[in-house]
């Protein structure tokens, strides 16, 4: 691990930069570099520059004046406000602003890094990693605050339960984006327990496929979706973040057609041509077909061999070749998910979006269907090719059979066993995908990179031991130090974290029908993950950038669509398993494909009542953050009602609602009345209206009317009452 | 037909109020007229009174001055902006407010009824038509405009096509809330024209049952469904109506158990137990399920019946029997639906919602269920009982046998002929749906109020002849003839109109498969439809109080509801019929219930992707709304930027994005570093940011550096060269 403790606050360091000085290149890495510090000054940012690792430069960035952080925190702020992230606007003062609201640590950083990389004509210094004339420009990265490290990490490790207070503190020092990530895992961390015991209590009284525990799961995730939804705008309004996706950071990389004028208003817009970008984004389908025809191959291949070794086969090495498929698969997999990564990569790219949101979703989206591929289809494939067309593959394994007469050239029949269909098969790999996969990431997630780092860490230390260390200042040699460090540090990418927890939900709702204690795995490996995921950030990478959110993303829509997916497989699988383990000889039969899309039909349609159902009675109750909301417009309004109509009036108002009427009294109407008369000749309309003066008046001949009817309808007097006379 | 012309602009009348006075209750409907006319002085409202029809007076009211009008208008317009429904505040200046957006009628009207019936501690006169102690005011309705609905349908009736500012007259004249009734009707007659061609070219080269027909009408019920969604909104926005929803209308007879304080605003808030209201919510699961027992049996009873008579019976008086069930359909349909109309009103008002929308919504839903169950049940009994299950019927039959051989005392079994499935029925039903009925309710809608409106007012004029309006001042005679008239109209009710329309698409979307003609039938019928529903309003209905609306309200779910129903339906009934046409013989087997859940999951989730599909294309499109939107928003900005910064400086910004840093000099730069180091003793991190006095000296100190590293890298020369001397 780093060195415990850093220097106090890092000495004001906002940002460091790895500059790489190739000896080959030194020319141009020195021009690069000038360049570099003239931008950074020119954008307002102090520079210090110090020796780094091996043929590196540490530049250390910080904001030149804390005149100059106010004020790119008050237009920060009135932007915020523009875009309706704020609902009052701050104060005209600018140093007023920053008293009334202290900048966190998340704020000041994320404002540095944007001076760093903003364009020149929007006053930044365009300083864009790795790209065109900043090649040489490595790493921008922060620094970490290792006092606060090492007490987060003390305090979360010796804690059973976190409350909202520690995940705050994320949110000071690493930004919303990450702390929507730990909030995101606390809930469902905190949701697993009713699964879990509904796991716990079917394992012991219900057994495996049982329909209780589909539709529980199926009703949990329902709910857990809905809740979520709820709690996301609940914490982004908590956090002052709600709207902040719409403001779009401009993505660097964009490449434009041509620069136009904003229709409406006047801003130069910068176009890529929609119709380019679909004729890229419509690749994705034959790419999408590729990538089922790849996987899908590997996945028939490997199971079917499986199966062939495992259930028929019973010729010689049996005990050997029993671990041909698995080899076969952990081979194959990561590089052919690893081509298709990159090629999904490559075409995000070639997309060229314009905004870092749409090029990030794009890629998660990308990302999701492929994972999705790699971790479900071999579950998929078991529940619906393997159990109920079981005997349609049989030929296939005739395929195997043959091959491995070919191969050992044994002309005589291999010695065979009749195969029959096991359904314990996906329970077989839903323990394998639970309990084996969840501990072999949670080693390459955490202990590989710390491995490696503290094994690059001592090679160097070695290796510079006693060059350039020894010439640092005393005072500044553990800041030196921490930064050499965690130059060498990967790039913590929350998008990681997420994909593995909602990969874990979709286990959860699709397949834990098949063994129920995978939910008990699920919640014990997330009270790990919580505590190992912080780690990760504290000790392994790079400190991230402090980006706001206001959700969780593209992530939202994937949960429900496993939701969804989950409450169709589920009871597919009860219905397919729990028959056929009564029933294991027979095929399919024609009445169970009635009875199995009938199940999958009332299936998906209970779900979507059930999500009917709990959406309306959660939107019954008003959450906190609809409140607050509510609470801030209340202010704003009170505020602009004093503001307008002056301190009584606003209290007034606000007591018996916005619209009170002015009093009209009676001598006011008439004296209106007689000056319109007076005026000139009077029109009909004005005639009509000056016929009765005031109040009293239409009382009065409204009773005359009235009386006057009263005689009418009384056969005794027929004759009308003369009206009263007209005054005009 | 009224007479063509009434006065010019009514002598500027806003309301019309028909008051009862009974002469038995005379001297109670005295004192509340005494109270009607100080409630309205009270609120600012100047009233004229004169005899209306018998036993009824005319109180005549209008906003008592322009300046009391201005000031209405000012405060209205306050609280849209308030609640977001404006994006830019009202002037100051309440006359110049007035003065840069003049106020339309129906803006004037809708103030005007709010100061009659707010309650009187908002300042209002609280007047609630018929309730409590206004239980003698029978109507409170704007007078209409005749010249302009004279020319108005003078004008619809003599042009094809309608065009956008044909429909916003209405919205000045009735309010967004009819006119988004007109609008929908026109985009749905318009997109209907693409089902009306299918329809014929099915109906000419694929038949009935054409699978290419039904996935026509699905996939234009998508399009059509979320092209509706967008242009409501845009509508709504350039209307100015957005959000409007959000200023909810207190129901004036919601009775609350406490009153309360707002934990937000510190307002008293009127509460109703949900507890309460979720008890009497309950009631509906049995209601519905009464409702459906009961017009699920009269179906029952009345289609077996005619299949008995029509398909199997072959006995005497069959030419009279044959219209038995029609008689009993006839007779008890509209009997029980009313019943069940009026106990879902019932229902409805002990639910005891808080505000207009609410009440409004949850009565449509309720009667929207009703209307399905009655229109849809007999198609719904054909196409999925009738049809697969014909044969599991037959002993239902042999009820109605035996019931017959009861009533006829006929001991020998009755002639009877083999019973054959016969899938023209459905369509049968839905020529009988679209013709007949549209025919029916066109007369029933628009010739029966219109005779009994002029046969009511003919017996009224020979009843009063030579009685009061003789006694009429001979200029105000046509304004008075026109209010009597009035008062014995109907109210117009758009929910009416608006539940045609949706019942007529949910035939188009869930059976017009059976018979492709349809969609020609609802083209001609909504041509006719939109001119008749003019004509409606402006001759045989009261005009409508002018509400605001900022969509079709709880109508779009429903759409959305029975599009996605009918791509079910569709589906289902081609494979159904399709099927039996060829083999009218066999009941339905096994294979086909396979082919027909399979059948119906594809088609569904075929309906989900082309959702999914064209919302992500729509998407892609700014509509002229959100850039409307985008606009006031940006001069909003603009505007503000200018308060705040300065002319100039918004200039600057709002040509180079908002955020411009300040340029920071080297000199001031230096000056600071240099002042900081005098103030005293100077920390570690002062320290560190001083030892590199701007930029020059961060440049020069970095290549040093990078030579140093450069001859470190070369093996000859590896003695390290000193570091600059550090300057604090």
Known sequence: MASPKGPQDNFGVDYVINYHTPSKEHAEAEAGYIELIKGLTGAGLATEVRPGNKEHLLIFVRIASPSLLAQQVYRSRLQDWLHGVRSTSPATDVSKTVEDEPVTEAERLRIAYLMITKPENEGGAGIIQGAGKWKYVKAVFPLHNRQFNHDWIKKWNTKYSLDLADLEEIRDKFGENVAFYFFFLRSYFRFLLAPAALGLAASFFLG????????????????????????????????????????????????????????????????????????????????????????????????????????????????????????????????????????????????????????????????????????????????????????????????WRRTAQTITFNKVPLPTQEFKINPERITNQMYYFTVTAQIVNLVTELIVPYVKQQAVAKAREFQTKGQKNDLDHPEEAALLKQAREECEMDEYNVTDDYREMIMQYGYLTLFSVAWPLASVCFLVNNFVELRSDAMKIATSARRPIPWRADSIGPWLPTIGLLSWLGSVTSSAIVFLCSRDKTNTDSTISQITAWGLLLNIVFAEHVYFLAQYVVRMVMDSFESPGRQQERKERFQMKRQHLQDTLGQDAAEIAAASGIETSEKITRAALEEEARQASSAGHASPAETFWQRQRGMQDTIDVGKHHMEQQQRNASPSCTEAAPTPSPRA
């Open 208 to 399: 495996q496929f049982s329909m209780v525990y589909a539709i529980g799961i199926s009703l949990w995730s329902v709910v857990f979706f809905e809740y979520w939804k709820k709690k996301e705008l609940d914490l982004a309004v908590k956090w002052g973040v709600r709207h902040v996706s719409s403001i779009q950071r401009a993505r660097p990389e964009f490449r434009w057609d041509f620069e136009t004028e904003d229709e409406v208003t006047g801003e130069p817009v910068r176009v890529y041509s929609p119709a380019k970008r679909l004729r890229t984004q419509v690749l994705q389908i034959p790419f999408a077909f590729a990538c089922v025809v790849a996987l899908g191959s590997l996945s028939v291949t490997a199971i079917s061999l499986e199966i062939f070794i495992n259930q028929v086969y019973t010729g010689p090495f049996k005990q050997y070749l029993g671990f041909l498929p698995t080899i076969i698969l952990v081979v194959c997999t990561p590089i052919l998910s690893t081509i298709l990564m990159s090629t999904a990569k490559m075409l995000n790219d070639q997309e060229n979006y314009a905004t870092v949101d749409g090029h990030q979703s794009a890629l998660v989206r990308k990302h999701f269907v492929l994972n999705f591929m790699t971790s479900y289809m071999p579950l998929l494939f078991t529940a619906f090719v393997y159990i109920p067309f079981g005997h349609v593959i049989v030929p296939l394994l005739e395929f």
